[in-house]
């Protein structure tokens, strides 16, 4: 009876506010994030794996280093560190990406969380006259940004994100990462970001923007441009970035240079101005030379060009080359004669294989076994393949005088081999008559030891 009247008023409640239920599940759909219950925060960059860029060195801090803030205001600022921490502290996380990360060998993008004192907060207590055209951010070593435009100016102003940092990650900011102050400026190039910033000039005089937006892209991070796979399944991975506070919705990915394209996943749930990363797993079934490209579409319904300078699919495309791989089966030949020597004979047991169309033809080739008396000894196994380096050998020698037996493995590519040439030898050395037998295991992907 208990349950029967709990039912009854659960379904009671559901009938009457119905419509109240509906509101909240389509506000849920419309105004969340996508997925945000499912995908992971951004990765943050540890700041000892963070890239460092000085093309001019590091500069000497002063020691008697202070802010300062000039030019057409009614209270210039003149702070030292100790004075910016007293203001309220400000975490904003943000990607940094070099402008050279496109064309780099090395990654030249990270993720961190930076805290300091809001941009905003010391352009309203220096009070600028309202006719400020543009703001100069001053570096120790000379080097300056400019932002420009008072639209610009109203948009710095309403953000609390742009903030001159001191701290990276919750520590001190590095001398290599600018210390003691550098400008985060979320959503445009590391050009922007200044470093051992020093001074801010707020001034009537126009001057140019030397600050970009980053531009939406999406970069291959793993496999690395020539990386060699093997037939099977492969994980493709990397990340997204787009500024302007703008969403990443989509990745896709073409595996044959552009011709068709699949959707990749999303790893990470929307953070402005920060990077997302995804992942696709590729189904490798053909060996060959492959162009992977990535690109990535935003919520107003942009996608990355195949050409945008640096940051166009074309540019951030790797190539790979796929082969049969390394096998996982193994086969095990043996075979034995009789040799008769004086001093010194041989036995040459021989691993050659020829594929002179140089097409993905299977073909194992032929074991061959030869000896004094140019007696050849072959084996073709019922299922061609590739064969790879010995794992195991072994030679049994009975009767004669034996001097000596060595094994030599020589012209051989450690990596997977396709067409080989002389793998594994044994030379016998001896007087009188012996009988042999030798066997090699070795590592085969379609052969198998019936």
């Given at each position: ?270 953070v402005p101005n920060v990077w997302k990363h995804w992942e696709f797993n ?13 690109r990535a579409k935003d919520n107003l319904g942009n996608i990355q060009s ?45 691993l050659s294989g020829s594929d002179s169309s140089n097409t993905t033809t ?89």
């Open positions: 009876m208990i349950f029967e009247i709990n039912l009854s008023t659960i379904i009671f409640f559901i009938r009457k506010y119905q419509k109240v239920f509906i509101a909240i599940t389509f506000f849920m759909m419309i105004f969340l994030p996508t997925d945000c219950y499912t995908l992971d925060p951004p990765p943050i960059t540890p700041t000892d794996e963070f890239f460092v860029i000085n093309n001019y060195g590091i500069p000497v801090i002063p020691d008697n280093w202070h802010l300062i803030t000039e030019g057409e205001v009614v209270n210039s600022l003149s702070l030292t560190l100790d004075d910016l921490m007293v203001y309220p502290a400000k975490t904003t996380m943000a990607t940094l990406e070099c402008l050279g990360n496109p064309l780099s060998t090395e990654l030249l993008i990270g993720n961190a969380n930076w805290t300091g004192i809001s941009l905003h907060t010391l352009i309203e207590q220096s009070k600028p006259l309202s006719e400020v055209e543009s703001i100069i951010i001053h570096a120790i070593d000379g080097y300056s940004v400019i932002i420009k435009g008072q639209s610009l100016l109203r948009d710095i102003l309403q953000r609390d994100d742009i903030i001159l940092a001191y701290s990276m990650n919750d520590e001190m900011l590095t001398l290599e990462q600018g210390y003691p102050l550098r400008l985060v400026l979320p959503g445009f190039l590391g050009t922007s970001w200044v470093q051992w910033v020093d001074r801010i000039e707020i001034t009537t005089t126009s001057a140019s923007n030397n600050s970009v937006a980053i531009p939406l892209h999406a970069q291959i991070l793993k496999p690395k441009n020539g990386e060699k796979f093997m037939i099977g399944t492969h994980s493709i991975s990397g990340m997204a970035l787009v500024g302007e506070r703008i969403e990443i919705t989509e990745v896709e990915v073409s595996t044959d240079g552009g011709a068709t394209w699949q959707a990749a996943r999303l790893l990470n749930y929307y590729w189904e490798i079934s053909e060996i060959g030379k492959y162009e992977i490209i990535a195949e050409e945008n300078g640096l940051f166009g699919w074309q540019i951030l495309s790797i190539n790979v080359n796929v082969d049969y791989g390394c096998p996982a089966n193994e086969i095990t030949y043996s075979v034995s004669g009789t040799v008769t020597g004086d001093v010194q004979y041989g036995v040459n047991i021989t299977d073909y194992l080739g032929n074991f061959s076994f030869n000896g004094l008396n140019n007696c050849t000894y072959t084996i073709t196994p019922s299922k061609a393949g590739y064969i790879f380096i010995p794992i195991e050998r072994s030679l049994t020698i009975s009767g004669g005088n034996v001097i000596g037996v060595n094994f030599d493995a020589y012209e051989v590519d450690h990596t997977c081999i396709q067409w080989a040439d002389i793998i594994a030898m044994y030379n016998i050395y001896l007087s009188g008559q012996a009988t042999w037998s030798a066997v090699i295991t070795c590592y085969n992907q379609y052969a198998s030891s019936q």
